[in-house]
């Protein structure tokens, strides 16, 4: 069963377009977005995202349009990035009291069991985090509101192969605890490809998805 649907989307950009973009991709599995750095990996993250008001066609998560109804969608959709968003000066506590409000199925409980297991500091500031602390966090945040969607873009670049080794396993565990469908966008395909159940192969603007067997 197919829990994000794209059909015949398409964005255009001064000197680079995406047209025709047509991928199922299945409920509960791991699917890796492979690719170049500037192929068109987050260009397909921000379109699943309802990010591009003006793209053509449809993409709809769990049926929901992500264009027309991305307030809905974004309740059932986390996102795992390097970019550091959240309040640097506050803790991870602190920071979960400023954004919970926002999220319907908010679990504090879970939260704080996955900061413990990914071994982060509650009350260490999301600013004097290192880069992988960082990204534990954030993967803790972003589970902790049960989604059905999790979309992790490049979360081990820049990373040592120890941490990603580390990281990807202790994802695995966790994805199979929830009924999570998982999108992961990298460039580094030797980590990812021992776990994803599919493959979307990303050039130039162009997507095909296969089965990773």
Do not use: C
């Not at 640097?88 to 413990?116: C, G, H, I, P, Q």
């Not at 902790?144 to 202790?170: C, M, Q, S, W």
Request: net charge negative; no cysteine; glycine share 8%.
């Amino acid at each position: 069963m197919s829990i994000i649907e794209i059909k015949d989307a398409g964005i255009n950009f001064k000197g680079f377009s995406i047209e025709g973009v047509n991928l199922n991709i299945e409920k509960g599995m791991i699917t890796a977005i492979e690719g170049q750095n500037g192929a068109g990996k987050t260009t397909l993250i921000k379109m699943i995202m309802g990010m591009y008001p003006k793209m053509k066609g449809s993409i709809t998560v769990d049926g929901v349009d992500v264009v027309k109804n991305r307030a809905k969608m974004l309740e059932n959709v986390s996102y795992v990035s390097e970019t550091r968003t959240f309040f640097m000066e506050l803790n991870a506590y602190e920071n979960e009291n400023v954004y919970k409000k926002y999220y319907t199925n908010w679990d504090s409980d879970r939260f704080k069991e996955l900061l413990k297991r990914m071994n982060v500091s509650g009350g260490t500031k999301v600013g004097d985090m290192s880069k992988g602390n960082f990204i534990r966090f954030q993967t803790a945040f972003a589970m902790a509101n049960h989604p059905k969607v999790i979309i992790l873009d490049e979360p081990t670049a820049g990373l040592d192969p120890v941490f990603r080794v580390d990281y990807i396993k202790l994802l695995q565990e966790i994805v199979a605890e929830e009924d999570v469908t998982v999108l992961i966008a990298t460039h580094m395909t030797g980590d990812i490809n021992r776990i994803a159940d599919y493959i979307i192969d990303v050039s130039d603007g162009r997507y095909v998805i296969r089965e990773n067997v």
